[in-house]
């Protein structure tokens, strides 16, 4: 890395843990044509945490690098995997 440069995004916007939201299906746009319940995926059944109605997700808990903790509004989370199930944050 060259001198004086820094790593985006820099520790408080670095994700180390974040709350296990899930889904079948990775629409963005439309995020009720997505699945959120009974998602096999880490285990059998699984339901993503903070369920609001309409089996829809709040949103979700973060763990960023410089150790503070924070809520994120689920219009706020995107897709970071590939392939099923699609893990947000």
Known sequence: MPNGATLQPGPTERVVVADATISEGDNEVDRTKNQYTDIDGGWKGHRSPHLASGNMPAGGNLLMLD????????????????????FWW
């Open 67 to 86: 150790g503070h903790t924070e809520w994120r509004a689920f219009n706020k989370m995107v897709v970071r995997t590939t392939g099923s199930p699609s």
